[in-house]
């Protein structure tokens, strides 16, 4: 049987070699033969260390390959160890031993090279694997130079019967992915288009799903054609499997969030951010700029990313083409932000912190703008936090220097406190129609006032020279007040007035109620004017007027912002559990007082105000003094009679004069002439809006 030199040069070796291990250490104890065994023995052993740590294959075949200098070293070893030549020859039968084991074995020949084939198996049949040899030059293309992967590709092209009538130009595995590949393909007829491939053709050709084959166009470069008559085919089964397995993120979104039917259709994902201080994830993305601005479907988001919409755990911020998705850990909508002093002392901007937006940014309101005093306008039902909204305007008012009164229709605890920290408070419709006065007087007052300059300005807090302080008049339960039968007419004529002129004297309007309608006798010029000249806040509105709401506000459709949750708390989970036990449900914690929307610009954003703890005392979040109009000011309007105490049943003759003893003692006494200065008579006939307000006119015209 012919072996190879090698083998047989080896086995020569290996018998020679024998006698002297056996030998060297009985008859030279000292020779420099023991010397040279015992380093390559050492040097054996290095080489299976090196071998075990090693993360290529083949450890097992290299370990091998060492062996016999480690097992010569041993045989040294324990020749130098006995007497003579040990027990039964022992030396001689170990070297013996050694050489056998050699011979049969012979690691360094036959292991060296990984795919060496014995020499009989050139005459014995090629096994299976051999396929790998280069293949045969496919009979459809003539031989252009391709590598081996390619023509074999080509041939299994043309064995699937040459899909879409195309050729096979290059054909490029993916690094890392056994199966995946790239196809660079030409028509089978120069200048013909390619128009019969698709995408179940070549997923049938390579045995694959039709979602791990995608078809790309062609771009002409240089030295290459392109255009019809190419297509470029991807079949990538194993980067789906581990895509859809352990996806990265831009996977993710690109598959998820992005796609032609995900919540953020055409986006690409940019970057993301995890804040952990305050447990909240931010994921950027943007989109071409040919595609506009970006198109959400918040509720489709909001399952991508495993929360539900109606949580309070996911905000969206739209900035041009960019998109900044914020998921937060709970929701930042059902904290608690105590109001500071700091928070509501306002900068030099006149802006101040009235809470928080639910992506975590301060939401700031204004004492004023650069149009002058700054009004203000909350809507709140009843138990929404519109008392301690108000309570936080008063606060930066008071703070900034402002002279703040506060008339409200009803009283309630919380407004009465807030009063002691004022210059003026009183409650009901009276009191309401009295302040009003004194605001359109001291506009006239303020506007004949000279600053240091010699000269009469607009109000400006730029500006020094100001003769007068601020004014920020507060109305409580306005559109109430603005019902009333005797002097509602007359309030809502009042306030339209100071919301049209008051700023340019300083004078801020701040109107609080459960509705901003129209037919609830919520003026539109009222609101109009309001609207342009503050930051409302919009606090716990019904599902079902949301809609109606921002549209009296001016918000467009497509910015109107879907209804707040009932609750931000996680709902218990178990409840399968509890029904099957015949448990009941553990109580709802309606925790969205406080949260609302608050309307800067043209679309609203979701906020939780500051909480003024009542309770606890309001004292700290206020200034030591009280600030109150000038001396020069009171003088005035005492001049017009209007600076009194404003808690006192109707004078003779302010509403008008007073009725002929003729008419009887049931006459009313009030609403039925002209205010002092002039004015509109108190009961307005035609600016009737509502049916309440229609019965309200018949009444008075009744007792006429």
């Known amino acids: 049987m012919p072996v190879p030199r090698s083998v047989a040069l080896e086995r020569t070796l290996y018998t020679v070699t024998a006698p002297v291990l056996a030998a060297a250490p009985n008859l030279f104890a000292d020779s420099p033969v023991n010397t040279i065994v015992q380093v390559a023995g050492a040097a054996g052993v290095c080489g299976w260390v090196l071998a075990c740590k090693s993360d290529e294959p083949g450890a097992g075949r290299k370990a091998l390959r060492w062996s016999p200098l480690v097992f010569a070293a041993a045989v040294d070893i324990v020749a130098r160890n006995t007497i003579g030549w040990g027990p039964w020859c022992l030396d001689g039968i170990l070297a013996a031993g050694w050489a056998a084991t050699g011979i049969l074995v012979m690691p360094f020949s036959r292991h060296t090279r990984r795919r060496h084939r014995p020499a009989l198996a050139t005459l014995a049949p090629a096994p299976a694997r051999q396929l790998r040899a280069a293949p045969e030059p496919s009979p459809a293309q003539p031989d252009d130079g391709a590598d081996t992967f390619t023509r074999q590709v080509r041939l299994l092209w043309e064995a699937r019967g040459m899909p879409g009538r195309t050729l096979v130009v290059t054909a490029t595995p993916h690094e890392g992915m056994p199966n995946d590949l790239s196809l660079l393909l030409r028509a089978s007829e120069a200048g013909r288009p390619i128009s019969g491939l698709t995408d179940e053709a070549v997923a049938a050709a390579f045995g694959v799903d039709v979602s791990d084959v995608w078809i790309e166009e062609v771009a002409r470069q240089y030295g290459r054609e392109g255009g019809p008559g190419w297509k470029e085919v991807h079949v990538t089964p194993d980067l789906n499997e581990r895509r859809s397995k352990a996806p990265t993120t831009h996977e993710w979104w690109a598959d998820r969030i992005g796609a032609d039917r995900g919540p953020v259709p055409g986006s690409e994902f940019v970057k993301k951010v995890r804040d952990q201080e305050r447990e909240v994830t931010h994921y950027i993305a943007q989109v071409p700029d040919e595609m506009g601005e970006p198109r959400l479907n918040q509720h489709t988001l909001a399952a991508a990313l495993k929360t539900k919409y109606d949580e309070g755990r996911l905000f969206v911020t739209v900035d041009g083409n960019q998109v900044l998705v914020s998921l937060w850990d709970s929701s930042p909508l059902a904290q608690i932000f105590p109001a500071t002093r700091e928070l509501l002392t306002p900068d030099r901007d006149g802006r101040w912190v009235t809470g928080f937006l639910g992506n975590g940014q301060p939401a700031r309101n204004r004492v004023y703008t650069d149009r002058g005093a700054a009004h203000g306008l909350f809507v709140a039902p009843s138990g929404g936090g519109k008392t301690q909204l108000m309570g936080l305007h008063v606060a930066a008012d008071a703070l900034f220097g402002a002279v703040v009164m506060l008339a409200t229709e009803a009283p309630d605890e919380k407004t009465a406190a807030l009063g002691k920290h004022t210059a003026r408070y009183g409650v009901g419709a009276l009191y309401m129609i009295r302040l009003l006065r004194v605001m359109v007087a001291l506009m006239e007052i303020r506007g004949e006032m000279p600053w240091d300059d010699g000269q009469v300005h607009e109000w400006d807090p730029t500006r020094p020279g100001c003769p007068y302080r ?88 497509e910015h109107t912002p879907d209804p707040l949750p009932r609750s931000f708390s996680v709902a218990e989970e178990g409840r399968i559990e509890r029904v099957m036990a015949g448990e009941p449900e553990p109580p709802a914690d309606s925790n969205t007082g406080g949260a609302g929307w608050i309307i800067e610009g043209k679309q609203p954003d979701v906020l939780r105000t500051l909480f003024m703890d009542f309770k606890a005392g309001i004292d700290g979040y206020f200034p030591d003094t009280i600030e109150t109009l000038t001396d020069h000011e009171i003088r005035e309007l005492e001049a017009r009679d209007l600076w009194f105490d404003w808690t006192e049943p109707p004078r003779p003759g302010e509403f008008g004069p007073e009725p002929d003893d003729e008419d009887g003692d049931d006459a009313p006494r009030k609403g039925n002439g002209k205010r002092r200065g002039g004015g509109k008579s108190a009961v307005r006939h035609d600016a009737v809006t509502s049916p309440r307000q229609a019965l309200e006119a018949i009444k008075n015209l009744s007792r006429v």
Do not use: H, W
């Not at 609080?512 to 003026?523: K, L, M, N, P, R």
């Open 470 to 557: 601020m004014l920020s008049a507060y109305l409580d339960e306005f559109l109430s007040a603005a019902r009333n039968g005797d002097y509602g007419a007359e309030i809502m004529d009042l306030a339209e007035l100071v919301s049209v002129k008051g700023r340019k004297y300083g004078v801020g309007l701040k109107v609080a109620g459960q509705s901003i309608y129209v037919q609830d006798g919520f003026t539109q010029l009222l609101c109009e004017n309001l609207r342009e000249n503050c930051i409302p806040v919009v606090l716990k509105v019904a599902p079902k007027k949301v809609g109606e709401m921002f549209k009296a506000l001016g918000i467009p459709s």
